[in-house]
């Protein structure tokens, strides 16, 4: 069973800086994806950063220069450090597992979420 526990989302002034946690259970983690998602209120979910099993990052445009994805394979974890935050990064951030089966199939997990809320 795989489980993705989202965590560090909180309350911060705009200009602040948050890192959020994404700690993965099961087996998937080596062989994952994985990405950041966020979904504003009343908005649909977006990307926010990709980062494959060889560290090979991706990021959309307003996340670039100000977001940073990494992993830790180790402790079968991934992290987004958000700086310089704007009231517009306000959403709730969701983790994301994508493996590719190997008929093509691409199966996706997603956690619970977690709130940054950015106070102008």
């Known amino acids: 069973q795989v489980q993705l526990v989202e965590s560090g989302g909180g309350l911060v002034q705009a200009g602040g800086s948050l890192r959020l946690s994404c700690a993965a259970s099961g087996s998937i983690f080596s062989r994952a994806t994985m990405a950041w998602y966020r979904q504003a209120p009343g908005k649909q979910r977006e990307l926010v950063a990709t980062i494959t099993t060889g560290d090979m990052t991706n990021y959309v445009d307003f996340a670039k220069g100000r977001f940073t994805i990494s992993r830790d394979s180790a402790k079968n974890t991934m992290y987004l450090q958000m700086i310089s935050l704007k009231p517009e990064d306000t959403a709730v951030y969701y983790c994301?597992?994508?493996?590719?089966?190997?008929?093509?199939?691409?199966?996706?997990?997603w956690g619970q979420g977690t709130q940054v809320t950015v106070s102008s």
């Open positions: 994301n597992a994508g493996v590719r089966h190997w008929t093509g199939r691409l199966d996706q997990y």
